[in-house]
C-alpha cells in the first residue's frame, strides 16, 4: 500500500468491456490514480491482484466465473489488507451484506457521481469504509432477513441476473 498522498494504484474488475474503459477513461485524468490492471473474471482479479497488488480494486458483484463477493475473499483470504470498493447496481440487500462481509471496504452503485466514486476510492485507500446513506438505509432492512446464502440470493443462474450488473 501507497502513502495517502502517493498515486492510488488501481485494478478495475468488471465484465462488460464498456464500463472498464469508461472508468479508465475517467479516471486517467486524476493525477493521484493510476488504473494499473483491468479484468473481466473473477480469475483474473485474483491474478491481476497478485501480480499488480493495487492500493484499491474496484469490483462488480456479476461477473461470469464467480461472484465478486467470492474474488472478494479469495484476494483477502491472501491479502488480508486488500481494499476493495464494489461498484454495482445491486443496491443495498442481501448481496452488498455478504459483499462487506467478505471484507469490502466501500459500495457503490454504477449510477454513482463521478466526485463521489472519486472520494470513496481516496476514502477506502484511506482505510475508511464508504458506503451512501441509500444503500445503508436498504441494507439495514435486509439484515434482519431470514439468513440465505449468497447462492440462494443470486439464483439458479448469473446470467439471468447479470443483464443489468
Known amino acids: 500500500m501507497t502513502p495517502a498522498s502517493a498515486t492510488i494504484r488501481l485494478l478495475i474488475v468488471d ?4 464500463v472498464r474503459q469508461g472508468l479508465v477513461a475517467m479516471l486517467s ?8 490492471a483491468e479484468a473481466g473474471t ?14 484499491v480494486t ?3 458483484l456479476a461477473l461470469p466465473d464467480m461472484s ?10 491472501t491479502n ?4 476493495v470498493i464494489v461498484l454495482t447496481t445491486f443496491g443495498g440487500d442481501m448481496r452488498s451484506l455478504y459483499a462487506l462481509k467478505a471484507g ?15 472520494d470513496t476510492i481516496r476514502e477506502v485507500h484511506k482505510g475508511r469504509r464508504r458506503v451512501p446513506l ?3 438505509v436498504d441494507l439495514a432492512e435486509h439484515c434482519s432477513d431470514e439468513a440465505l446464502t449468497f447462492r440462494e440470493i443470486e439464483g439458479p443462474t448469473c446470467k439471468t441476473q447479470r443483464a443489468g450488473a
Open 104 to 118: 469490502a471496504l466501500g459500495y457503490l452503485l454504477k449510477d454513482t457521481g463521478r466526485i463521489d466514486l472519486l
Open 29 to 36: 485524468y486524476q493525477e493521484c490514480i493510476k488504473v494499473v
Open 68 to 77: 465478486g463477493v467470492d474474488a472478494i475473499s479469495a484476494i483477502r483470504r
Open 58 to 60: 474496484l469490483m462488480d
Open 15 to 18: 465484465d462488460h468491456p464498456v
Open 42 to 55: 473473477g480469475k483474473e482479479a485474483i491474478e491481476s491482484f497478485e501480480k499488480h497488488r493495487p492500493d
Open 134 to 136: 441509500e444503500v445503508a
Open 80 to 83: 488480508p489488507d486488500a481494499r
